[in-house]
């Protein structure tokens, strides 16, 4: 545990540092919530389409995500704004809007 380190941002209702950043600094933060994605598990909540928040514990972490099977499905449209993650909940992929988090919360070190 002394190695461990956990982090939080944002507890106000509305997450306005996104709201309030440069094109630059929205970059920067969809850049660092991947990377932090790609090697932590994430307790992130965010305000859904309908104004409810969600908590949802994620990540993007391979040894979590399901093996991908081949499909004759069409790709769906990749959107920069918003990121698909793995809810270790629900075993399902979910995304959210980059703009609609409220809360990031995760421990370095924790991948159980």
Request: aromatic share 12%.
């Amino acid at each position: 545990m002394e190695n461990q380190m956990a982090t939080q941002i944002g507890k106000n209702e509305y997450f306005s540092y996104y709201a309030n950043a440069t094109n630059e600094e929205r970059n920067e933060f969809k850049k660092w919530l991947q990377g932090v994605m790609r090697t932590e598990i994430v307790n992130l909540t965010f305000r859904k389409t309908d104004g409810t928040l969600r908590n949802m514990k994620c990540t993007l972490l391979p040894k979590f995500l399901p093996e991908a099977i081949p499909s004759d499905k069409p790709k769906r449209k990749v959107s920069e704004d918003t990121l698909a993650v793995f809810d270790l909940e629900k075993n399902e992929w979910r995304s959210f809007r980059y703009d609609s988090v409220t809360e990031i919360k995760f421990t370095m070190g924790d991948k159980d």
